[in-house]
Structure formats: structure tokens, C-alpha cells
């Protein structure tokens, strides 16, 4: 039924809304036909019902398609404060003032059923983000960072439980060379189990890209900030699709509303409000909703510094902050009274004092009407209790909770290695060929640094001077290779990795077969640019004749740029943002032209390492071991090298083989893809655990007279 009401909405507000507002009114629809398919309800017009298939055992509860009940209680999320420096002139630094934790969290309880849209609300820092990534078990686990308290699924601890989350982010993270239909069905393969087949994954896709709005953009480039593609409303819709495409019986929606106006706002809502309508678990966090947006709330979470002012019906708020002498002026929008009741004003040192007092008060309201047994949140989680009287047994048997909350936050894929391997290949394939313009950069810049380092070396000959200007040339070919593979690669690579930690948090592959995917996919293009400056220059320079000469300057050249992009690889894996990698790879590099074998000779003992470890210094030896090997010089005067070995030997080259050489560029280039591998797997998203409830002690003692520091969510 509610899939023919938004089937009938979407041609109604179609040829008069903005294809968002089409989207958000469907959603409804959307997720309808996708719980049909999880459920195995066959529909005449709609994927193939599943119903017939076995089934293994019983579902656990929050199971897929199943509507949960989530109840919280006593959520306390604490940063220890970072260690105290002795200052200069201070003898001891015990003489300092005690460093105080801070609370985002402060014992905060309640609930969220199906069927009930819950806002978040709070001004900024009040702890909003916190706690919705508390409950879609995606707490950073920060050093110091520590999360105590209960979180269960329709009565059962959340250990027990592995509800499908929905958590749509701020942010809209894709592959800007992948069309909208591609994403979807790219996340369709990854997220979906193995039973369905790509038919029905097909249709799947279809049915979604129809009822959200995305018919025209399907074939669309996502896009990204130098490619032009989709538009930023369908951007959003791309990641709620992304989402929604594995049936979620909980939704989270974190700041769904920002950046876009107040009219999509309220459709945004709207659509939210439907998904809570048709059982599902529905929870988002919202900064400053109109009126219009605030009506359509069923329950309300007011926070302030961590700690709950009021949770409940809406309704029941203006009678709540009523009889405390805080109600509601006439005509004016209850979400901003009660923000503005719950902010600290920091004008000035008067403003604050009053605005802590009063807002010490509510907390302290809220306590007293809890405890009188009043509170709504403690009713709710009571009826989820009796609801779930089939697990209550079970719980009371489970020891003390002290899960992961990873179980919320991770979806296992049910695609075997192999299958994920061809699908990131497919894409990474995708992602690199279809850029042009990057690709006519790279093609330019290959092209171009060949060409002027050929005409500034034009037609070298065998004089004295010339065998400076071949080192030059050697010497700076390397440099320019080096630093053209690395460049590329922290900023392609630190990009990517954010979409990448994002589909591995959401359990859709490992390490494995995206890594090994991408050093396949990358082999054909990144081998091309070096070549090309080879196959440029080597003739514009004169360089020494023979098949095998060229063939070892162009492997040289080509095996250094995979070792500087294996280095690059590293380096994005290490740093933490784009700005990061650019900023601190150019700059390690200097090191290893340093050290290159053209510009220090003698090295110190305590430096030796460094020509070791720098691949400028093998590839320039390699190619002045083939360049200049046999090579016969002019001598005009007694001191003048009559040889190439002669000149290798005043450079102190000449010890190793040019196999030797390439040899110890590949072993850089195997240590840097062996540390990459283990950093990604190291630096696997990880959420923090919730621990048991802390002590009344505990959190009192993160006080700063009675009153939790806030901090930024």
C-alpha cells in the first residue's frame, strides 16, 4: 500500500518540484520495495520473492527487515584531558592544576521504537553527533576516549544483537568517474548476500534509481570538484540510496538537512517521517529545523552539555518546560525557544553565569522528574522490555555487556574475495581511464618534461663536458620520474582512502581485494607515462645506441616511478588528510635527491643509510652504470677519463650491476607495498566499546564544579 502512496506522490510533485523533493517524497516507496525484497514478499511488478529459499536458523534479533526497538541508559562518553607540560621555570609539574576529563556524554537515557521519528536536537557542542554515532556504533576509538553505558535491541544487549544500520553521514563520499547507476550497483554487489542474483540485483537498482528520483542522472558521472556531474541534491540522494539498498531496520541520519534550503529541508523530513511510519527505527540529528520540519517529530531529545533537558513526545515538551516557567511564547518556533533555553550565552561573564544556572536547573529538573518515575524514556524502555520477553531470559543470563559497538556499524558482505576483486578492479579501472583530464595532464607533463629536457640536452656528444651533462640529464630524469609518481599518488590515493574506510566500515570488503585490485588496475596506465618520456628523450639527447641501452633507461625510469608511487601509497596510508601527504612527501623526498649519487659523494658514516634507501640514488647508478659502460670519451688533456668505467669510478659508482640495482629499487618497492597493506589494515575504522555503565564516582569526578565541560560533537 505505502508503495503505491509514494508510487502516486512521485507523479504528483514530479513535473513541479526539484528532482530532490521527488526523491525525498519516495523514499518511503523505496524502502518498501527493498523490505519486500528481504522479507520474500513476492509483488507482481517487483523482484522476485526470496521466500523460497531455506533458511539456515532463526534470525537474531534487529535482524533485517525485523522492526527493533532501541533503548539507552546512563551513555556516558569521556575524553581524558592530555597530559600537563612542565612550563619553563617550574621545578615540578605535580605543582600544576589537575587536568580535568572531559564529558561529551553524561549519563544520557532513552529510546527510539519503530514507527516514531526521534530528533535529536541541541546546540553545537551540546553532544548531538556523539550520541547518534553512540547508538549507530560509530564512536572513533580515540586514544583517551571512553564509552560507558547499555544499548539494547528490542530488550536484547546489543553483544546479542546485529541489527542492519543505515547511517547516512554529511558527507557525500563517492568515485567521481563511476555513473550513479554504477554506485548503486557496485553497492548492491558488496552489501547484498550472495542468494541474491544479479538479476534481482538488477531490478533492485532499477526499482531504486525510479522511486528516488535518479532516472536522468543514472547514467551520470558522479562527479567531483574538477569533473563536472551530478548535482549536489542528487548527490544526497546517491547516499541515501547507497544506504537504504541493504533494507536497514534502523536509520540514522546525521545533519540531513544541511546544505540544502528550507523547502528540500522539510521533504527531507518528510520522507523520514514516512520511513519512521512504515516500522522502521528512525533517529536524526538536526541543527535549527523550522517549524513546519519540527511538527513532524514524534519524540523529542533536547540536549545540553552532554545531558539530557527533556525526552519524550513533542507534544509533550510545551507542558513539560511550562511547568517550569519556560513555555513557549505564542507564534514562535519551538525548536529555537528550546535551543535558545539550553544554550550558554558567552557575551560575557554575566550571560554565562546566568545561562550555566539556568541550564543546571533543567538538568536538574530532568533528574527529578526521572526519578519520580515520570520520564518518558523510562516508559518506553519498559514496553520494549515486555515486548521482548522471549530474549529477557537470555539476557538475564548474559554476562556484563562490554561489546564492540562495531556489531551495530559492520555488514558482512556475501561476496567471496574473488568476486570483490573483479568488482574494485572493474572500478578502479573506471575511476582512472575515465578521467581525461587527468589523464591529458599526466600525457602533457610526460610529454613536455621529455621534450625541454631533450632540446636542453640536444644530441649529447663524447667530450669531457658532455659527460657532466649526461650525469645532469640522468640525474634529473630520475628526479622528474620520482616526483611525478609521487605526487600523483598522495593525491589521488588520500582521497580515496576516505571512501574506502566508509565501505570498509560498512563491511563491504577488506583489505585484500581492494589493494590487490588497485596495483592491477594501475599497472597498464602508470606504465605508459614513463615509457612515453623514455621513448621522447632517449633520441633528443643522443643517448648511448643499442636495444638493450634503451630497454634498461626505460625500465630504470619506469620500475622508479612504481617505487615513488609504492612510497607515495605509504605515505597517504600514514597521513591524515590530502593537505598532510602533499605537504610531508615533497619534502622527504629532498633526502633522497641529497643523496642521490650526483650532488654528495662522500657520505658520512652516521648517514649512510640514507643513499640506501633512496631510490633516486639506485635508478640514477643504474642508468650511469648502462649509460656510460664502454662508452669511449675524448681526452685531451692527461687528466681528462678516457672511459665511462673511468667516470663511473670518480663517482664512486660502479660495484653493482644494473640488475643488482633494479634489484634494490624492487625490494624499496615491496617494503613500501608490504607497509601500506599493514598500515591499511591497522588503520581499519574501529569504533569504541561501550563499557559497563560508569560509577556515580566516576563521573563525578569529571567535574569542573558540578558541571561537565562540554565539547564540540
Known amino acids: 500500500m505505502w508503495s503505491l ?125 556523539t550520541l547518534l554515532n553512540a547508538l549507530s556504533g560509530r564512536v572513533p576509538a580515540t586514544k583517551g576516549l571512553r564509552l560507558t553505558g547499555n544499548i539494547h535491541i528490542n530488550g536484547v544487549p546489543l553483544a546479542d544483537a546485529s541489527p542492519a544500520v543505515a547511517y547516512v553521514m554529511q558527507e557525500d563520499l563517492f568515485f567521481a568517474q563511476l555513473t550513479v547507476r554504477e554506485t548503486l550497483e557496485m553497492a548492491a554487489a558488496l552489501q547484498l548476500p550472495a542468494s541474491v542474483g544479479v538479476a534481482e540485483r538488477d531490478e533492485l537498482v532499477s526499482g ?59 521533504k527531507v523530513v518528510e520522507a523520514l517521517r514516512d520511513l519512521a511510519s512504515d516500522g522502521h527505527t528512525v533517529l536524526a540529528s538536526i541543527h535549527q529545523p523550522q517549524s513546519s520540519i519540527y511538527a513532524l517529530f514524534d519524540d523529542l531529545l533536547l540536549l545540553a552539555e552532554g545531558r539530557v533537558v527533556y525526552m519524550g513526545p513533542t507534544s509533550g515538551a510545551h507542558e513539560y518546560f511550562e511547568g517550569l516557567g519556560h513555555g513557549c511564547p505564542p507564534a514562535y518556533n519551538p525548536a529555537e525557544h528550546w535551543i535558545d533555553l539550553v544554550s550558554i550565552d558567552y557575551a560575557s561573564p554575566d550571560t554565562e553565569a546566568i545561562s550555566r544556572q539556568r541550564v543546571r536547573k533543567l538538568h536538574a529538573a530532568w533528574d527529578a522528574h526521572v526519578a519520580a518515575g515520570k520520564g518518558p524514556a523510562a516508559a518506553a524502555a519498559a514496553a520494549a522490555s515486555a515486548a521482548a520477553a522471549p530474549a529477557a531470559n537470555e539476557e538475564n543470563s548474559a554476562p556484563a555487556m562490554a561489546a564492540s559497538t562495531t556489531a551495530v556499524a559492520t555488514r558482512t558482505s556475501g561476496a567471496s574475495t574473488l568476486t570483490k576483486f573483479r568488482l574494485l578492479f572493474s572500478r578502479a579501472w573506471k575511476q582512472m581511464a575515465r578521467d581525461k583530464k587527468t589523464l591529458f595532464a599526466r600525457t602533457m607533463s610526460s610529454g613536455m618534461s621529455a621534450l625541454l629536457f631533450g632540446s636542453i640536452y640536444w644530441k649529447l656528444g663524447l667530450t669531457q663536458a658532455d659527460v657532466g651533462n649526461r650525469l645532469g640529464l640522468l640525474q634529473v630524469a630520475c628526479i622528474n620520474a620520482a616526483m611525478s609518481a609521487l605526487v600523483k599518488t598522495l593525491n589521488s590515493f588520500t582521497r580515496e582512502r576516505a571512501v574506502v574506510d566508509r565501505e570498509r566500515a560498512r563491511g563491504s570488503y577488506g583489505v585484500t581485494p581492494y589493494f590487490a585490485s ?16 623514455s621513448a621522447i628523450v632517449y633520441p633528443m639527447a643522443g643517448l648511448a645506441a643499442g636495444w638493450r641501452k634503451v630497454a634498461t633507461f626505460a625500465s630504470v625510469i619506469t620500475l622508479e616511478s612504481f617505487t615513488a608511487a609504492s612510497i607515495g601509497l605509504t605515505m597517504g596510508a600514514l597521513a591524515p588528510s590530502t593537505e598532510a601527504a602533499l605537504a610531508a612527501g615533497p619534502a622527504s623526498f629532498v633526502l633522497f635527491i641529497v643523496f642521490g649519487g650526483q650532488f654528495v659523494t662522500r657520505v658520512p658514516r652516521a648517514l649512510q643509510w640514507l643513499p640506501r634507501i633512496s631510490l633516486i640514488r639506485h635508478a640514477f647508478e643504474a642508468l650511469c652504470v648502462s649509460e656510460l659502460g664502454g662508452l669511449k670519451l675524448e681526452k685531451k688533456v692527461p687528466w681528462d677519463v678516457a672511459t665511462g668505467e673511468q667516470a663511473l669510478a670518480r663517482m664512486r659508482f660502479g660495484s653493482h650491476t644494473v640488475p643488482q640495482l633494479l634489484v634494490s629499487q624492487a625490494r624499496i618497492l615491496v617494503f613500501n607495498y608490504i607497509a601500506t597493506f599493514a598500515l591499511l589494515r591497522l588503520r581499519k575504522p574501529k569504533f569504541a566499546s561501550i563499557l559497563p555503565p560508569a560509577t556515580v564516582s566516576e563521573v563525578q569526578d569529571a567535574l569542573v564544579e558540578g558541571t561537565p565541560e562540554a565539547v564540540s560533537a
Open 5 to 129: 502512496i509514494g508510487g502516486a506522490l512521485t507523479a504528483v510533485v514530479a513535473p513541479t518540484q526539484p528532482a530532490l523533493v521527488v526523491a525525498v517524497s519516495t523514499t518511503i516507496a523505496a524502502v518498501n520495495t527493498l523490505r519486500g525484497l528481504r522479507r520474500g514478499r513476492g509483488r507482481a511488478h517487483g523482484p522476485p520473492s526470496l521466500s523460497a529459499r531455506p533458511v539456515a536458523q532463526a534470525p537474531s534479533p534487529g535482524a533485517r527487515g525485523e522492526p527493533i526497538t532501541l533503548t539507552w541508559s546512563d551513555l556516558t562518553c569521556k575524553l581524558a584531558a592530555p597530559p600537563q607540560k612542565k612550563s619553563k621555570g617550574q621545578a615540578d609539574a605535580s605543582e600544576l592544576p589537575a587536568a580535568q576529563p572531559k564529558l561529551i556524554l553524561n549519563r544520557v537515557s532513552g529510546a527510539a521504537s519503530p514507527g516514531r521519528l526521534v530528533a535529536l536536537l541541541g546546540p553545537s557542542g551540546s553532544g548531538k553527533t
Open 208 to 266: 531504486l534509481i525510479q522511486r528516488l528520483g535518479l532516472v536522468k542522472a543514472a547514467n551520470t558521472r558522479v562527479g567531483d570538484a574538477k569533473t563536472r556531474g551530478i548535482s549536489g541534491g542528487e548527490r544526497k540522494r546517491l547516499n541515501l540510496a547507497c544506504e537504504l539498498i541493504s533494507a536497514p531496520n534502523l536509520v540514522a541520519v546525521d545533519e540531513g538537512t544541511t546544505g540544502i534550503d528550507s523547502f528540500q529541508a522539510l
Open 518 to 533: 588497485k596495483m592491477v588496475a594501475e599497472l597498464p596506465i602508470s606504465t605508459a607515462f614513463p615509457l612515453l618520456f
